[in-house]
Structure formats: structure tokens, C-alpha cells
């Protein structure tokens, strides 16, 4: 029988920040060029598959008003030409060797990712640097992207639960740059030039801010001296990533939103700690606990027992600065007081009644299970150890995270519960007559 470790929130801080008791198997191999770029190696001889994520420290999160979706528009046109390929020429390059490459700016990095067979693990590392190195940049193309994510944010805009979730995390962030979607803001995405591009293309990739992860059937040697041949000519830079904002500081609220829909969405958000702070693996454990899936108390009181929701659960994500704690819900226009106050009354009653140890087991499980299931991948596994390396976690966070949710015990879920679910931010979408 497993016995559950008690920590307190210094043990925990401990824990995420110490080396991990059980290390990745296949072992991850971490090198660090002479320019500075780090390149993280798993070799995996399972299958004769080879995956790759080249991620870069800059994202929404440190873009402006003036600037928000610069990043993914970058990204975005990078991958539609070198300065040796169009974009059909990369798409049958990377077809040739049995994969693909893409590539996309996201909140907390930017990455270019790739997968391939194996044996052409070469062809595919240099396809990846091609695109990252050798950006063509034609105006053309820049137009061409730039009508795609427009057309990508009117989207969201006119379909009701993107709708609903942008404008409870713009309402919970403010200013924050984490207050609107990696895809940028209209007005400035129409703006931004291709001089603007070429100048946060030079700001963003700097070695010292740049991962490459490989997971797959690969020599593990070859591939670090091939990456570092291959990105030699990057050179260090003297300067440093822009500062992030400051925290957001939510006041609360309610704001409901008339669209024409076929139903109803309530979501109902908090702000609370980011991935590095020892609270974190209690707020993920107390998100299972309410959105955990078909046992989470949500589904189980609101859908199960009272029949008031359609679709109902808890997002949480990784974050570097505060991370939004957010509960959704669909529901038919009828049942919208009622399914508003029974989230409501659930949210409060997790804040004054503690968690069982068979309830506790169960958060743990399935978080445990879903990041499990999420790392099966050679893609999926390149990702987080990009992802979290250049986010000065280390590749190994997941791992002392998985330890840490391992270790929450119900008095840190009720005290995490008590201090962070307070003052909801509340967007009601109420469906309108078409």
C-alpha cells in the first residue's frame, strides 16, 4: 500500500527545486554549446521514430498591446519559407523523410517542432535550423499568415466558448500581457511590419535563450555535435530577455455577455501561483478534486446528480508568473441561475470543508495519469523538455512535479482553497435569438 508523504510548503519548494529520486527513463542527456544554446538528447530505441522541439524564450507574455501576437506571426511566417525553400519545398522536405515540421508562438515560448523516422534524424535536425536560421521573411508570406490569424481571432471571437474563456482571462489579468490569447490582438496584428518581425526576430533568437529537444531513436552524441554544427554560427548575445509584467491584480466581478448560441457557458476564474511556487501542486490536486474528470465534484453534483450541465470541468496551465484557476460550464439558457449558484456553492464549499483521503487519491490519479498518458509521445516528450527547460524550470520539472502532487496532503488542498478562491471573476454568455 502506498503511504502519502507529508510535506509543508518548504518541503515542497524543496522538492520541485531538488534533483528528481526517479530520473526519466531513458535518461535525458543536457548539453550546453559554446554559444550558450542548450540541447537536451532522450534517446528512445522503442520505435524507429525521431521527434524534435526547438523552443525560444519569447512569447505573448512578453509582447504589449502594441506588439501582442508578434511572436506567433513570426513563427508563423518563418515556416513559410527559408531563404532556400518556399513553404511547399519545406512541407515536401519534411514529407520526404516521413514527418513534418511547423512551427508557432505560444504565452510562455515560441518553438518550431518536427518529427521524422529515425534514420533521417540528420535531415530533420538541419530542416529545423533551416527554418530557424535562414527565415526568408517575404512580404508575400507575411501577408498571406497575417489573413490567416486574423481570420483566427474573428473566429474565436464569434464562437461562444472561446468567446467566453478570452473575456474571463482578459477580465482576470487586465493589462497583463496573459490577458489575451498568443494569436495577438486584432488591431495590432494589422499593423505589425515586416520590419517589426526582422526586429523581434533578432531580439528573440539568441542562443542563450534557445532549447533543442530530441527524443527518439538516435545516437545521442552524433545528435549534440550535429546541433552544434548546425547552430555554430549563432553567436552569444550581451543582452538580456525582456522583463515579464508585473502581476495582475483581479478585483473580481461579473459581466455577462448577450451572442447568439445554442447555449449557455459560465466560467468562473481565480488567479493563483505559478508553476515555481510550492503552492502549485496543491492548486493542480485541488482542480481534480472539483474538474477531475467523471468522478471530479463538479460533474458528479452539477451534471450527475441535478442534470445542469452539458459540458463541465477546470483548467489550470503552466505558467511562469500567476496561473489562472478556471471552472467552466455549459448549460442550457433555462438553467442558468441554477447551474451558476450550484458552481458557486461547490467553489465555497471546497473552501470550508476538507477533501477525503479516498477523494485526495483519486485528484492524484488522475492528474498523475493525465501527464502519464501526455508524455507517451516522442513529439510530447521533446515538448516538455524544451518547454520547461527554457522556462528555468529544467527538463526535469515534470518529474519533481509529479513527486510534489504525489505529496499534497488535504490540509494543503484547504489551505490552498481557502487563500486562492476568493473574488471570482464571473462571464456568463447568455445565448441571444438568432
Known amino acids: 500500500m502506498r503511504r502519502w508523504v507529508t510535506l509543508g510548503a518548504a518541503g515542497l519548494a524543496a522538492l520541485l527545486l531538488a534533483t528528481p529520486a526517479w530520473a526519466e527513463t531513458p535518461p535525458v542527456a543536457r548539453h550546453v554549446l ?77 518553438e518550431i517542432r518536427g518529427e521524422a523516422l529515425a534514420r533521417h534524424w540528420e535531415m530533420l535536425l538541419g530542416l529545423i535550423a533551416e527554418v530557424a536560421l535562414e527565415p526568408a521573411l517575404a512580404a508575400e508570406a507575411i501577408e498571406q499568415e497575417r489573413r490567416l490569424v486574423l481570420s483566427q481571432i474573428q473566429t474565436r471571437g464569434e464562437t461562444p466558448f472561446p468567446l467566453s474563456f478570452d473575456t474571463v482571462i482578459r477580465d482576470l489579468y487586465g493589462g497583463h500581457p496573459y490577458g489575451w490569447h498568443s494569436l495577438g490582438l486584432k488591431a495590432s496584428v494589422e499593423r505589425l511590419s515586416r520590419e517589426a518581425l526582422l526586429a523581434h526576430y533578432r531580439e528573440a533568437f539568441q542562443p542563450e535563450r534557445m532549447v533543442l529537444a530530441v527524443s527518439g531513436q538516435v545516437p545521442g552524441e552524433r545528435v549534440a555535435k550535429t546541433a552544434e554544427r548546425l547552430f555554430s554560427r549563432l553567436v552569444r548575445s550581451a543582452g538580456a530577455p525582456a522583463p515579464a509584467a508585473a502581476g495582475p491584480a483581479p478585483a473580481g466581478g461579473r459581466r455577462v455577455v448577450a451572442r447568439p448560441a445554442q447555449q449557455a457557458q459560465i466560467l468562473i476564474g481565480y488567479l493563483g501561483p505559478g508553476l515555481a511556487d510550492p503552492t502549485y501542486p496543491a492548486l493542480r490536486v485541488l482542480g481534480a478534486v472539483l474538474g477531475g474528470g ?25 505558467r511562469t508568473g500567476p496561473a489562472f ?9 433555462q438553467n442558468v441561475a441554477a447551474a451558476e449558484a450550484a458552481v458557486l456553492e461547490e467553489l465555497e464549499r471546497i473552501r470550508t470543508t476538507p477533501v477525503g483521503a479516498e477523494e485526495l487519491a483519486r485528484a492524484k490519479a488522475y492528474l498523475l495519469g493525465n501527464l502519464a498518458m501526455d508524455r507517451r509521445t516522442n513529439a510530447r516528450r521533446a515538448w516538455y523538455l524544451a518547454f520547461f527547460e527554457a522556462v528555468g524550470a529544467g527538463w526535469g520539472f515534470p518529474d519533481r512535479y509529479a513527486r510534489a502532487v ?11 482553497a481557502q487563500r486562492y478562491l476568493r473574488r471570482p471573476t464571473i462571464v456568463l454568455l447568455e445565448p441571444q435569438a438568432r
Open 34 to 110: 559554446p554559444n550558450g544554446m542548450t540541447v537536451l538528447v532522450r534517446e528512445n530505441p522503442v520505435a524507429p521514430v525521431v521527434a524534435v522541439s526547438l523552443q525560444v524564450r519569447a512569447g505573448s507574455r512578453f509582447e504589449t498591446a502594441e506588439t501582442a501576437g508578434v511572436t506567433n506571426l513570426l513563427l508563423r511566417s518563418m515556416i513559410r519559407g527559408s531563404a532556400r525553400r518556399s513553404a511547399v519545398q519545406l512541407a515536401e522536405a519534411a514529407e520526404e523523410i516521413g514527418g513534418s515540421v511547423d512551427a508557432s508562438g505560444e504565452v510562455e515560448t515560441a
Open 294 to 318: 467523471m468522478s471530479g465534484r463538479l460533474f458528479v453534483e452539477i451534471r450527475d446528480k441535478r442534470g445542469l450541465a452539458y459540458s463541465i470541468g477546470v483548467l489550470t496551465p503552466y
Open 325 to 333: 484557476f478556471l471552472t467552466y460550464l455549459g448549460t442550457a439558457r
Open 406 to 416: 504525489e505529496a499534497v496532503t488535504v490540509a494543503e488542498v484547504a489551505a490552498t
